[in-house]
């Protein structure tokens, strides 16, 4: 005898990842067939999809929730509009309540006795709806010691308890309400109708199967109900608004209202308490659920993370993440994910979008999820309604480079507290959207150079607003690891030169730090490049920071000035610029710069950005790997400016040719004076034994300033022997005159 089960698969098309209303519908019939009819049932996500694994065929499961399925018992006694008291505002739900519980319907049996239960709490408790912060924490201490069963995790999904205040997580609005709505009342209702009256028995294949068309009715949230006039006949009521956040616009049925609340019930929440004093110290703790942060999003903003009420603005209700997988779950391992929906950046919790996305692709691999849905309660239409708005898809995939983010998280979270801050000025305020914005982009998308780079010129944006002393309780940009390298690295010149820029120091210790950091000339900041100068609540006005942000080349003719300056007012007749081992500029991209074929503003932003950089890490192979595809060509910029970087150099070329640095080169060139500069390079060069065939050489105001620009970009002994072999071709192996 063959007892092998048949085993079916239902696509259910009426179930999709948007709006909220069919994903939490598809969590629902998983929910239920599993626990009230088959318990190995499978269901994942297929094609914008859900599918159904059952021993159930499509008559059974259709039979299922037409004839058997017991609903879970749901009330709101605590809130508007529950249906418990008397009042004209709790008519409607009131006349709602009371068509379920006069039902005899075997099936609505767990139901009655639950709104029993409920009823004689409140008669306990004197018959009044709570008033007070006190009388509310009192009715849900009594109803989790009494309810059990289904109303046990309904209270679980609705409310979270943390003895002096009792939180409603964002999925069900404020505690089962959504302004002056209620949906528990909805939910009443459409038990009244589909299962009590059987009115909706026709459309319950569209809402599995084929989702919801023109054809099919649509619900505006009405029922019938017992006339007290007149016994014999049923009177309408209607319940506006029932499916309020989980469907912004358009109708669903009374079907899909309720398994979309069967599958609210998934989402067990409590609340994670916080150490610090800030507006969310103590986090409702729902599943997958993070604090407000308009980020990420092609509409989102600041305001969506606050609350307006009275004109004032009160933080937000954040947003929620529901996850989407491919492989088949049963309800059980799918209710464990729920329950262990929490995500984890070391051994912090993730409180922000941004830390969700660093630590989702770990979560996801783990736990089989292939995708995100993004969803935001945010304030739409009037300043009372709230929906789940869908804010995009993210993909769980693997980034090699998401740790270099841990560099910037504590950064971040303090720059989006200034940016927050009453008076706040708008440029800060949009300048760490831009900053989060990019962040974001490279977590959750393909982390491309490109983006990495995105990232660090947005957090340079925000180090020029510290220079006008904004922000500046968030401090400069953090220490960099040396990841960042490989990260951004596009094999092009303007990257190749921000190295070396941003390197730049007046030397190396053995273990590779940097002493006296070219960064000192960008911001006015202590002995080691950490922490910005403060005094009396203001930058120090320090006389070593030349770079404005504002001309690239006369930033960069500014800091090869006062290295000049700075090494001739200590009796050193050298310029002091030297680049980390590997990253020195070569002289074929300096001849790029030197044509005008490079993007010099970016060079100069991204070479602010790396001075950053921890230049004491040992490069990652993959990073040398970048480094090292560096084209091998023979270009080089022409003669004299050859000569004027030979005058110009940190050390000897080799032991015993030393060639005496002179200022006034650089201030001849940034007054657009070329001959001048190269006649007095000429004489120090040939003074020193290395006779140039040219005597001086012509050049307009620009390209005079394009040379003193490059002189601050440092090259190696080997790049300064190879110009002296440009310059004089016997010079090595003879005796010098």
């Known amino acids: 005898m063959n007892t092998r089960t048949s085993l079916h698969v239902h696509h259910l098309n009426g179930c999709a990842p948007r709006p909220l209303a069919l994903y939490l519908k598809a969590i629902g019939i998983l929910r239920l067939v599993g626990e009230q009819a088959d318990r190995h049932a499978r269901g994942w996500w297929q094609d914008e999809h859900f599918c159904l694994l059952t021993k159930l065929d499509r008559q059974a499961l259709e039979r299922f929730f037409l004839e058997e399925y017991a609903p879970t018992p749901i009330f709101n006694p605590w809130g508007g509009r529950s249906g418990f008291y008397d009042g004209s505002s709790e008519k409607n739900s009131r006349v709602a309540l009371v068509a379920v519980e006069d039902s005899d319907l075997p099936r609505l049996s767990d139901f009655r006795h639950t709104i029993s239960k409920v009823r004689q709490l409140i008669e306990t408790l004197g018959d009044v709806k709570p008033d007070s912060d006190e009388a509310k924490r009192k009715l849900v201490r009594h109803l989790r010691q009494e309810i059990r069963d289904g109303g046990s995790k309904w209270l679980a999904t609705v409310l979270a308890d943390l003895g002096d205040e009792v939180y409603g997580p964002p999925i069900l609005g404020t505690g089962g309400n959504e302004g002056s709505g209620s949906y528990t009342a909805a939910y009443f209702a459409a038990i009244r109708e589909c299962i009590v009256l059987r009115s909706w028995d026709d459309v319950l294949p569209a809402t599995l199967f084929s989702g919801n ?139 922000k979008p941004i830390d969700a996305a660093r630590a989702i692709g770990r979560l996801g691999l783990n736990r089989g999820i292939t995708d995100f849905v993004r969803y935001g309660y945010l304030q739409r239409n009037n300043l009372a309604t709230h929906f789940a708005v869908p804010l995009g898809r993210i993909r769980v995939q693997q980034h090699s480079n998401a740790h270099l983010v841990d560099d910037l998280a504590a950064w971040l979270d303090r720059l989006q507290k200034e940016a927050r801050r009453k008076h706040a000025p708008a440029r800060l305020v949009h300048a760490e959207r831009r900053l989060a914005d990019a962040v974001f982009a490279v977590l959750t998308h393909d982390d491309t150079p490109q983006r990495w780079q995105a990232v660090l010129e947005a957090a340079v944006e925000i180090e020029m607003l510290q220079r006008g002393e904004t922000a500046l309780g968030a401090g400069p940009l953090p220490r960099l690891q040396a990841g960042w390298v490989a990260a951004l690295h596009d094999n092009s010149p303007e990257v190749r030169l921000a190295l070396a820029l941003g390197s730049a120091a007046a030397g190396f210790t053995k273990d590779a730090r940097p002493v006296d950091p070219v960064r000192h000339h960008w911001l006015p900041l202590e002995r080691g490049a950490r922490r910005f100068q403060i005094k009396e609540k203001r930058l120090v006005d320090d006389p070593r920071v030349v770079m404005t942000g504002r001309d690239a080349l006369a930033d960069l003719a500014a800091v090869a000035a006062r290295r000049l300056l700075e090494a001739e007012a200590n009796s050193r007749r050298v310029l002091p610029l030297q680049a980390a081992r590997g990253c020195a500029a070569a002289l074929a991209d300096l001849a790029e710069l030197i044509d005008g074929h490079v993007d010099l503003t970016r060079v100069l932003t991204l070479g602010r950005a790396l001075m950053a950089l921890d230049w004491r890490q040992r490069y990652t192979q993959r990073a040398w790997e970048r480094l090292a595809k560096r084209p091998r060509c023979d270009d080089h910029p022409d003669e004299a400016w050859l000569a004027l970087r030979l005058a110009c150099l940190p050390w000897p070329i080799e032991e015993g040719l030393s060639i005496p640095a002179e200022s006034s080169i650089i201030s001849r060139l940034i007054s657009g004076d070329a001959t001048a500069a190269v006649r007095i390079a000429a004489q120090r060069l040939g003074a020193s034994g290395i006779r140039v065939p040219f005597t001086c050489a012509f050049a307009d105001a620009e390209t005079a300033r394009l040379w003193a620009a490059a002189l601050a970009f440092p090259i190696s002994h080997r790049s300064a022997r190879r110009a002296v072999e440009l310059l004089v071709f016997d010079f090595f192996g003879v005796t010098h005159a």
């Open 213 to 351: 068309d023109e054809t099919t009715r649509s619900w505006d949230g009405s029922f019938f109900a017992r006339n007290p006039k007149n016994p014999k006949k049923l009177k309408k009521e209607v319940v506006r608004g029932p499916f309020r956040q989980f469907l912004p616009e358009g109708n669903l049925t009374p079907w899909d209202l309720i398994l979309t609340f069967e599958g609210t019930c998934a989402f067990r929440s409590g609340v994670a308490k916080r150490s610090t004093a800030e507006a969310h110290d103590r986090l409702v703790s729902s599943p997958f659920y993070f604090a407000p942060h308009g980020v990420g999003g092609l509409t989102s903003c600041d305001s969506d993370e606050f609350v307006i009420n009275k004109g004032r603005r009160q933080p937000g209700r954040g947003e929620q993440w529901f996850p989407l997988w491919h492989s088949p779950v049963t309800c059980r391992e799918m209710e464990a994910l729920f329950c262990e929906g929490r995500c984890s950046v070391g051994r912090k919790q993730a409180r």
